[in-house]
């Protein structure tokens, strides 16, 4: 098993059992206790899960919102990556719709000036383009969430009933082979849902530790994804999947 699957699983099984024992899971995985505790730690630092004396905890609240500045520093290096590589997929010209995800604020940061025509509910994203005079930003508008400073709700759903873009960036909390695109909150999900409506191609933004995860909300069916970035830790399983479902998918190193 690889260690990001076995990292996936440790956090399911505490969120499912809301707290577990280093030995419990030092038994189910067959691996030293050091080990576990040094998944725990990384874990921990990710805020997937909170260690205690002889364990771990769950701190699964999913309804609620994961606040911008802590989601900004999870797998930073991965989103990163994974920001660059969705960079290449725009061209000068392009109209896009990026969601209020950390990786499309990297996106925002590493974008060139160049001719384009962006459309966001996220306050930092387009805080970040407007720093570039060739870059057209539209902002959805709507009911401010303080947690991810993002706008939602219907206004902002309506406001994107009006635009037809050639892509839309969005990210997940979870990505289900079953069960699809999820997201902690309900707000959230529909408007994604309304950015991938108003796209000719949707590309979906997910690290590594989103697979196999099903979060609160559904966002979307995978067959709904035309194309899916993320980093090279996500499980031989998945791929081979994905491929089977005609999901076009990017490793970035």
Known sequence: MLVAER?????????EKLSVRVSELSQVFGVTEETIRRDLEKLEKENLLQRSHGGAVSI???????????????????KRRIALEAVRLIYPGDQIVLDASTTAWYMAKELPDMPLSVITNSIKVALELSKKEQIKVI????????????????LAERSLQMYH????????????????LSDSNEWQALLKQQMMNIADETILMADSTKFGVRTFVQVA???????????SN????????????????????
């Open 139 to 154: 902002s959805t508008g709507g009911m401010l969430v303080p947690e991810s400073l993002s706008y939602v709700g219907p």
């Open 60 to 78: 699964k609240k999913e309804e609620a919102e994961i606040p911008f500045l802590e989601r900004e520093i999870m797998n930073a290096t991965e």
């Open 234 to 253: 996500i499980p031989g399983k998945f791929i081979e999947e994905l491929k089977e479902k005609n999901i076009q998918i990017k490793l970035v190193d």
């Open 7 to 15: 990292h996936h699983k440790i956090v399911e099984l505490v969120n």
């Open 165 to 180: 873009v050639n892509k839309a960036f969005i990210s997940c909390k979870g990505v289900h082979l079953d069960a699809g």
């Open 221 to 231: 069916g995978l067959d709904q994804v035309d194309q899916i970035l993320t980093d």
